[in-house]
């Protein structure tokens, strides 16, 4: 099994672009989430879903959509990058919340 | 809502022991307990569910005390593979899953 798939691994913008980070799992886990990290401030929770065409915003929403439409794949839009969205993304993925979360490669993202 | 953890660092000589706190303020269904190496992902070690239990995990263990809102990770007889930052993660009502701020834990020789 591949587990979770993060694509890319790196990406450098101009301010004001869009974009897609892709996330996909092949392990049939309900629950998936978005978080981003920054030095010193752990992981934030940008947008998670409990199933297929089922997302809710965490604690860092601004800037960022997502949808749901399959189980596997649950991508992160960033809709008018800003140098403040650099950071480093992790997707997540876990069959129910009593379960570990198993987290993709990452994506380090840069906007100049 | 994000869970507070301590100490923000630690610094371990091979062998020693070492306690890790994560403490939040809300009623919490369980914690996650994680670790992750520089420039790596996160990786699951172990959960704990509402009902205070405490698991182990080799040299690796944790409690959970859901009417304080705490949980604890003991790390004993520390190797220089436990080094990384471990953070909890907590789940309260309504799905949401929040990450600590994390501790960085060095073991030298």
């Known amino acids: 099994n591949a587990g979770v798939t993060q694509t890319p691994k790196f990406q450098v913008l101009k301010t004001g672009q869009s974009m897609t980070l892709q996330c996909a799992q092949d392990?049939?886990?309900?629950?998936m989430s978005w978080y981003r990290q920054d030095p010193g401030m752990g992981l934030r929770l940008i947008h998670y879903?409990?199933?297929?065409?089922?997302?809710d915003q965490g604690e860092v929403p601004n800037g960022y959509n997502v949808s749901r439409s399959t189980t596997e794949d649950f991508p992160l839009r960033l809709l008018s990058a800003a140098p403040s969205q650099t950071s480093v993304y992790f997707c997540?993925?876990?069959?129910?919340?009593?379960?570990?979360?198993?987290f993709g490669s990452g994506t380090r993202l840069t906007v100049v | 809502q994000q869970p507070v953890q301590s100490p923000q660092a630690v610094i371990l000589r091979e062998g020693e022991d070492a306690v890790i706190n994560c403490s939040s303020s809300?009623?919490?269904?369980?914690v996650h307990w994680y670790r992750q190496k520089h420039g790596e992902a996160p990786v699951f070690l172990m959960i704990?569910?509402?009902?205070?239990e405490q698991k182990g995990h080799e040299k690796i263990s944790a409690s959970f005390n859901e009417k304080k809102q705490q949980s604890s990770l003991y790390l004993t007889a520390s190797q220089l593979s436990y080094s990384g930052t471990y953070f909890c993660?907590?789940?309260?009502?309504?799905?949401?899953?929040?990450f600590g701020t994390g501790t960085s834990l060095t073991v030298i020789p």
């Open positions: 997540a993925s876990s069959p129910r919340q009593v379960n570990g979360y198993t």
């Open positions: 392990m049939n886990h309900e629950y």
């Open positions: 879903s409990v199933g297929a065409g089922i997302t």
């Open positions: 809300k009623a919490l269904y369980s």
């Open positions: 704990l569910l509402k009902g205070g």
């Open positions: 993660g907590t789940e309260s009502a309504g799905n949401q899953f929040y």
